[in-house]
């Protein structure tokens, strides 16, 4: 029976195996890597990628994670493709296809049928001279490796540098098309990814809802104002709308004496305060709630021209599960 030491020896085998591994893969890339990029770029459509096994499964990753990135792609089982999926591909794409050995049988079809077409082929593989090798417009070959597996047949460390492979392409491709954090996020609506790329723009209130008072109010009105709109806060700006200041329940409990309502909302307001901008990812603006000494909940979002254009409460936040 394995000990904890014998478990640990075995992760730290293949932990260090295959660290070693991508460091050949490092070493071994050359124009080969330069040119798929540009075949890529090039393409007028669409990225397939196909493997069988488990070659498949980082398929279907490198597939996702080019999507993800700015470069349309999909997964083809190549099994599915000789029963009518080869009608998935067009003149136009471009096929990454992955087989460590580059024999892989059902793979054949889709090569024919590339061939036939004239679709160019980028071959992911382990064996330069294989089929698949021989057949490929470009190769991204990778190096001698010696898989995890004690039978030095599963697929282990193979399929580790395919996947690395992979994302460097997307990376790569990424920086060639300037794809933006914008475009990233149009890409991430749900989940925690979507949640951490919102902005102040997504979940601000703007227009009427904002409190906005000039410095001379009363501070009788103040009060109403504050208690109508629910923010506890007011955004304050003078005669040209431009943002001077914020009014908060706490500037309220430091103002606290019997002449306060002889008072106006500018002798008691904050000048400096806090704010944020339509840009800044809405993480960020709570990270700037959450860590001011004085505990603030809001921050109003200021335009180019000091302007108000919108108020942010934690809550909003908290609302869109941005924690």
């Known amino acids: 029976?394995?000990?904890?030491?014998?478990?640990?020896?075995?992760?730290?085998?293949?932990?260090?195996?295959?660290?070693?591994?991508?460091?050949?893969?490092?070493?071994?890339?050359?124009d080969s890597f330069v040119q798929a990029v540009n075949t890529i770029n090039a393409a007028k459509g669409r990225v397939v990628i196909t493997g069988m096994g488990k070659s498949g499964h980082v398929g279907r990753k490198i597939a996702a994670s080019l999507s993800s990135l700015g470069t349309t792609a999909y997964f083809v089982h190549p099994g599915e493709a000789s029963h009518g999926d080869l009608g998935m591909i067009e003149p136009d794409d471009i096929v990454i296809a992955l087989s460590n050995s580059g024999e892989a049988p059902e793979l054949g079809d889709i090569i024919a049928f590339c061939r036939r077409f004239g679709i160019k082929i980028i071959g992911m593989t382990g064996k330069r001279d294989s089929t698949l090798g021989r057949q490929s417009d470009v190769v991204l070959c990778l190096p001698p490796i010696k898989e995890a597996c004690p039978f030095g047949m599963a697929p282990t460390t193979s399929t580790t540098l395919m996947m690395a492979l992979g994302d460097a392409l997307a990376i790569a491709l990424l920086?060639?098309?300037?794809?933006?954090?914008?475009?990233?996020?149009?890409?991430?609506?749900?989940?925690?990814?979507?949640?951490?790329?919102?902005?102040?723009?997504?979940?601000?209130?703007?227009?009427?809802?904002?409190?906005?008072?000039?410095?001379?109010?009363?501070?009788?009105?103040?009060l109403v104002e504050m208690s109508d709109k629910g923010f506890g806060c007011l955004g304050v700006v003078d005669g040209d709308g431009k943002f001077c200041g914020v009014f908060t329940d706490g500037d309220l409990r430091r103002a606290m004496a019997p002449d306060l309502l002889t008072k106006t909302v500018g002798d008691v307001m904050t000048r400096t305060p806090k704010t944020t901008t339509t840009?800044?990812?809405?993480?960020?603006?709570?990270?700037?709630?959450?860590?001011?000494?004085?505990?603030?909940?809001?921050?109003?979002?200021?335009?180019?021209?000091?302007?108000?254009?919108?108020?942010?409460?934690?809550?909003?936040?908290?609302?869109a599960g941005v924690a």
């Not at 996020?185 to 008072?213: F, I, N, Q, S, Y």
């Not at 800044?280 to 990270?287: K, M, N, P, V």
């Open 1 to 30: 029976m394995l000990t904890p030491a014998d478990l640990l020896q075995t992760a730290h085998y293949v932990l260090d195996l295959e660290s070693e591994s991508l460091k050949l893969l490092s070493d071994s890339l050359d």
């Open 279 to 319: 840009q800044t990812l809405a993480i960020d603006a709570l990270r700037i709630m959450n860590t001011t000494g004085k505990g603030i909940t809001s921050l109003f979002v200021i335009g180019a021209d000091n302007r108000p254009v919108g108020l942010l409460h934690m809550h909003d936040c908290l609302r």
């Open 175 to 222: 920086k060639m098309h300037n794809f933006s954090k914008d475009e990233y996020k149009l890409r991430h609506p749900g989940g925690k990814l979507g949640k951490m790329m919102l902005t102040v723009a997504d979940l601000m209130h703007t227009g009427d809802e904002m409190p906005l008072v000039k410095p001379d109010l009363n501070m009788a009105d103040a």
